[in-house]
């Protein structure tokens, strides 16, 4: 409530003491549809994300060919000691301490990594045919409706045109029974 009472207030201040608030001024953009079509197919959100898919697909494959990194783990540490212990090695580890390292690395054949590259590209292969689907719906339904917008601007112009001789015949029947030669009736 606060924030909208302080973006509101300087409006407020300037038309109390009569000072005018200018509204913003709308420019018309005028495009064929082939620029419209361009400009949605480039600025399209869901069309990006699909892009993104692909290039992630892309990405995976080129995972699926390289070695999986290695993983070390120490454990099963024993650490216990004495002062006395301590003191003969230089304090950094005692005489009884115990611990262990591991090193593990899987290795895959080379039969088991190309089935993964080519469950990978397959993968790849379906993301873009899901990017070309969508491209085509998306294109077909904004055809549509850029079409239907230019049809009914289209439409509006003929109405506006009929409005305007209807108009001008109403004028001419007002005058006509204003000289008494029709009724009326034949105006209303």
């Known amino acids: 409530m606060r924030k909208l009472l302080l973006s509101t207030l300087p409006c407020l201040i300037l038309t109390f003491f009569g000072l005018p608030v200018f509204a913003q001024e709308f420019q018309i953009l005028k495009y064929t549809p082939v620029e419209i079509e361009a400009l949605f197919l480039k600025q399209n959100l869901q069309l990006l994300a699909e892009k993104m898919n692909i290039t992630l697909a892309e990405?995976?494959?080129?995972?699926?060919?390289?070695?999986?990194?290695?993983?070390?783990?120490?454990?099963?540490?024993?650490?216990?000691?004495?002062?006395?212990?301590?003191?003969e090695l230089?304090?950094?580890f005692p005489r009884n301490t115990q611990f262990s390292i591991e090193l593990s690395q899987l290795i895959l054949t080379a039969n088991k990594r190309n089935k993964l590259i080519n469950s990978q590209k397959v993968s790849r292969e379906i993301t873009v045919l899901n990017f070309e689907?969508?491209?085509?719906?998306l294109k077909a339904e904004f055809r549509k409706l850029i079409y239907e917008t230019e049809y009914l601007q289209s439409y509006k112009?003929?109405?506006?045109?009929?409005?305007?001789?209807?108009?001008?015949?109403?004028?001419?029947?007002?005058?006509?029974a204003e000289l008494n030669n029709i009724a009326k009736n034949e105006l209303l």
Request: hydrophobic residues 40%.
């Open 157 to 176: 112009d003929v109405l506006s045109v009929q409005q305007e001789s209807l108009e001008l015949l109403i004028s001419a029947y007002k005058r006509q």
């Open 59 to 87: 990405a995976e494959i080129a995972q699926s060919k390289l070695w999986d990194n290695p993983q070390l783990s120490i454990g099963s540490m024993n650490l216990w000691s004495t002062a006395k212990q301590r003191e």
């Open 133 to 137: 689907d969508v491209l085509r719906g």
């Open 90 to 92: 230089g304090g950094a």
